[in-house]
């Protein structure tokens, strides 16, 4: 299974930018889709999550500016990120979980004040 990330960039604070994250080869049920980011110096977190379902969870961080969400039929997940600001800069990195956790190459996000 691979998972192909897009849509990083630089953007000044305040601005958007849209993550996509698409999986591909051998699929049978993707559990969980998920965001996790790694800032400079820092260890990853999680940054959002969604079941099969579209039950969300969000980080304290992400809350009301981050929206996930998913495509099942075309097994990608999304994440919409606004109010971005500086602390937001990180690598992104979208995960699937279905028997055990793929990670992709990771996309990353500059947000300049």
């Known amino acids: 299974v691979q998972l192909q990330a897009s849509g990083g960039g630089s953007v000044q604070a305040g601005g958007s930018l849209r993550l996509s994250c698409a999986a591909s080869?051998?699929?049978?049920?993707?559990?969980?889709m998920g965001w996790y980011r790694r800032a400079p110096g820092k260890q990853r977190e999680l940054v959002a999550s969604?079941?099969?379902?579209?039950?969300?969870d969000y980080a304290d961080s992400a809350k009301g500016r981050f929206t996930i969400s998913r495509d099942n039929a075309r097994n990608m997940v999304f994440l919409q990120m606004n109010s971005l600001e500086p602390e937001d800069t990180a690598v992104y990195y979208c995960?699937?979980?279905?028997?055990?956790?793929?990670w992709g190459q990771g996309t990353q996000v500059t947000v300049s004040s």
């Open positions: 080869g051998i699929i049978s049920r993707i559990d969980v």
């Open positions: 969604i079941t099969r379902g579209g039950v969300t």
């Open positions: 995960n699937a979980y279905m028997s055990g956790p793929y």
